[in-house]
């Protein structure tokens, strides 16, 4: 990671819909004893409830805890709090923005792509949705911003799995895998998964894309040795039962090839198709091999808005093999396929 990297701080996207357990994970965070010092953002003090006998000072915006946590409020515009955070005295080890129940955590992240303010101090760290396993089903019916939420996040806290059967927690497994197969998926009771699960992922960084492997395999895919024999957790395993869910609105694509591309040809084509399908490309990501380019190039993009760098050499003997992934709503696949073949050179 460079040093610059290092230096900023690091912004958890919390979102979940409404009563799935966010509160709890929020309320761990600005109470329990972990040594850090987290600044919190939330819509409303009212829907957390903060235990009074936890703060210490409080103006109207801001509430110290004893932890040594802060709490404030989005009243009007992030990059402002934001702002403000970061010129207050005594660096946070990380900020978690929490987003209402009924929101798309995309604007948010986006603030980390387009202010420049922002950008010089701080980086996305991680998007983080809080799942509610009893009810999810039926949100993701009914709700189109539980998609979102799914198809954006990089860590799932499916919570309050004691309440479902085992049977009933499959089938929401793969829904949720219908949608994102590329989540790092924790389930839990109470929220309780420990908080390095949840920060400092560095899920948007871009040092660590190459975790985009999917958490799965595709049911036609029967390569299940490097998944360590985890292969009966999966729901590409017809044998119990399980059922292999395409979720029809919400894709996730993955592109591969082992041979180089031609920059000049991808960088067109990418910057083209994220502005005429940025609306439906939630996340986008990518490692490249360029043809006669020692180093790799890595790039990630949430709607219309890209980054990317030439972050490494290549090391020896490691494969040269460009990967892309995209997540969204009625992605053109094969259009899409289509494009990124062009881009490989014969």
Partial sequence: MSEATSQKIPVTVLTGYLGAGKTTLL????????????AVIVNEFGEIGIDNDLIIGADEEVFEMNNGCICCTVRGDLVRIMDGLM?????????????????????VAQTFFVDEDVQKNARLD??????????????????????NQIAFA???VLNKTDLV????LAEVEARIRGINPYAKLHRTERCSVALSDVLDRGAFDLDRILDIEPDFLEADDHDHDHHHGHAHDHHHDHGHGLKHYHDEEMQSLSLKTDKPLDPNVFMPWLQNLVQVEGGKILRSKGILAFQDDDDRYVFQGVHMMLEGNHQRTWKEGEPRESRLVFIGRELPEEAIRKGFESCIVS
Wanted: aromatic content about 4%; cysteine-free.
């Fill in 27 to 38: 309320n761990r965070i600005l109470s329990e004893n972990h040594g850090k010092k987290y």
């Fill in 87 to 107: 010129k207050r005295k005594g660096k946070f080890d990380a900020i978690i923005v929490e987003t209402t129940g009924l929101a798309d955590p995309a604007p």
């Fill in 126 to 147: 991680a998007v983080v949705t809080v799942a509610d396993a009893k009810w999810l089903s039926d949100r993701l019916k009914d709700a189109p911003e539980a998609k």
């Fill in 154 to 156: 990089d860590v799932i």
């Fill in 165 to 168: 059967t085992k049977g009933e």
